[in-house]
């Protein structure tokens, strides 16, 4: 249940609602909007009136939430929520946030000269994975410690904040000091102890949608992480499993508006997984800025015919920065800058 305020409402009239829900068994989540309080309610089984809540002073809407997902839902925040990083970046505004750097850390001299380009190209956040979830177990794995402090390193030389992905709840504490947000992966997307962990944290977190998952089953994965607290939650479609084999996966251009209508958190598009081709990443994040995301994760690598991880869908240098020429073109048609 959501309810919402009168705009005016006092403090004393907020209170006095959020008490009188926590005496029928809710928990509550406060949004303060620019003209509204809004109270999330979740929880309570109990049967009751919505007429009883819709009486008192100062409650403008009392909205009964059908969909299993309360706090993520586009009712709990109808403006939408902006997610902020710190140097000025705000993902989910007008400006058009850009994630960029290699699949993985490989060394201080690699993640420096991809950090330097894709900066100079206009992209405000390094990504690199300094511990990599593999299908097989033989396969890179990252250079864990060693790799998150060179991305800080990095990140900081250049002025951009740093995104990488977190696998376990315990790896949380090691990582909380060297990154402006935290990523979940795929595989990880149902890890719930991971997720009620990254709900205790006051850093961003960027939740990749699993392989298989439904736009519902993500939404539920977000709520996860908001239930506990933390409501800075970036979605990122990263294409899902389908019967085509041609792509590494397909990229679910329509979850964007579909998310836009469902919820108000921002998302992101990774072409880079999405495709799992470097000729198609390109006309992708074009496509994926037309259909209003917020955001786009680009794995760009200097030298990817040799990289450790991922380099078949990783761009060159050249054509990254292409593309974020093509992109300023693409932006201001749909309200966006870059």
């Given amino acids: 249940m959501v309810v919402v305020m009168q705009e005016g409402a006092t403090e004393e009239e907020v209170q006095y609602v959020i008490n009188r829900l926590m005496g029928m068994g809710f928990d509550i989540h406060r949004s303060t909007g620019a003209r509204h309080t809004v109270l999330g309610a979740v929880g309570a089984k109990v049967d009751f009136d919505t007429r009883d809540i819709e009486l008192l002073g100062g409650v403008e809407e009392v909205l009964r939430i059908t969909a299993p997902y309360k706090l993520a839902s586009r009712h709990f925040r109808p403006e939408g929520t902006i997610v902020t990083l710190g140097r000025g970046i705000a993902i989910g505004g007008e400006e058009l946030v850009v994630m960029a750097g290699p699949c993985s850390v490989e060394s201080a001299e690699q993640i420096d000269t991809i950090a330097a380009s894709v900066a100079a190209s206009g992209a405000r956040i390094l990504r690199g994975g300094a511990f990599k979830p593999r299908t097989s177990p033989y396969s890179f794995q990252g250079i864990g410690q060693q790799g998150l402090q060179l991305l800080r390193q990095a990140g900081d030389k250049h002025n951009l904040s740093v995104v990488s992905e ?7 504490p090691q990582m909380i000091d060297y990154v402006d947000m935290l990523q979940v992966g795929a595989r990880n997307m149902q890890n719930y102890n991971l997720l009620k962990e990254l709900g205790k944290v006051a850093k961003p977190v960027l939740l990749k949608r699993g392989i298989s998952a439904t736009i519902e089953e993500l939404l539920l994965s977000a709520e996860y992480i908001m239930a506990g607290g933390n409501y800075n939650v970036v979605l990122c ?16 251009i329509a979850a964007i508006p579909v998310i836009k209508k469902l919820s108000h958190l921002p998302i992101v598009v990774d072409p880079s997984h999405g495709t799992g ?14 259909a209003g995301a917020d955001g786009l994760l680009i794995e760009v690598h200097n030298d990817p015919e040799k990289a450790l991880s991922d380099g078949a869908q ?7 920065e292409k593309l974020m020429k093509e992109l ?3 932006a201001p048609a749909v309200s966006r800058r870059l």
């Fill in 166 to 172: 977190v696998m376990d709840h315990t790896q949380i």
């Fill in 277 to 290: 081709l470097r000729d198609k990443v390109a006309p992708m994040a074009r496509a994926a800025v037309a």
């Fill in 314 to 320: 990783s761009l060159f240098p050249e054509q990254f």
């Fill in 328 to 330: 300023r073109v693409i």
């Fill in 237 to 252: 479609e990263r294409g899902i499993r389908t019967f085509d084999s041609y792509l590494r996966n397909t990229l679910d």
